[in-house]
């Protein structure tokens, strides 16, 4: 009913813009698709007219047959499901740490000026080559992948939130202690709701760290995934296997991405509500 009314108030030139910003939009997704389509098909050309060696970079059809050859097998959503799980708990163990890392370092300033500089030198510091130690650590199994994943995401978290956590408008802050604020009534009225760009920006950071994370590890000491599929057909020369792994890998990506673009979209009506 509310949204009859609201339609009905928008003026005609209102109108007219939105349909305009639909078109847009709808124009960005029918070129991304386009984009897409012309890529894959000049992929399987190039291979087609061997312009690139199939066997090396595969193709489009050859990936598409090896997809169906390794789900009929029943392994390929085994190996999907044991890489996500990873990932999306690497991912979310990554955001709430990190951003609990950084209200606790917003509430404090001493904290944050004593760790600052280690902030800054873990930061630079090659999580990759920790993958033999965290497994020393974690043991040979999942733990250690997840572990991976966290350390990855960890640090750019804090130091991301809590860039925006800084960047919130000292005049609020100061209004709110007038009134006689307290801390947490600061952080809950208004650092966090002005600082959920930042923290959505963090998200779709932490999608890829924590892919990275976790395909690492699994190179490392995975016995399943789509981590230890790459390796696996690698060792036996079966590029196309390679290749679809990587495939599955972009395409699980750019869901997580999707979903967190959602989750942009309702905090960000949230706010302005």
Known sequence: MYDVELSKNISKEHEEYLKKVRQINMSIRMTQIIILIAFFGLWEIAGDLKWVDPFILSQPSRMVSTFIQLLSTGNLLYHIYVTMYETIAGFLLG???GTAIAVILWWSD???RVLDPYLVVLNSLPKTALGPIFIVWMGN???AIITMALAISLIVTIISVLNG???VD???IKLLKTFGASRFQILQKVVLPSSIPTIIS????NIGLSW????T???LVSKAGLGFLIVYGGQIFKLDMVMTGVLILSILAAFMYIGVSYLEKYFLRWKIS
């Open 95 to 97: 955001t709430v740490i």
């Open 110 to 112: 001493y904290i944050c």
């Open 141 to 143: 199994g999942q733990a």
């Open 165 to 167: 956590f800084k960047e």
């Open 170 to 172: 000292d005049d609020e």
């Open 202 to 205: 963090a998200l779709k950071i």
């Open 212 to 215: 990275v994370g976790v395909i």
């Open 217 to 219: 590890g699994e190179f």
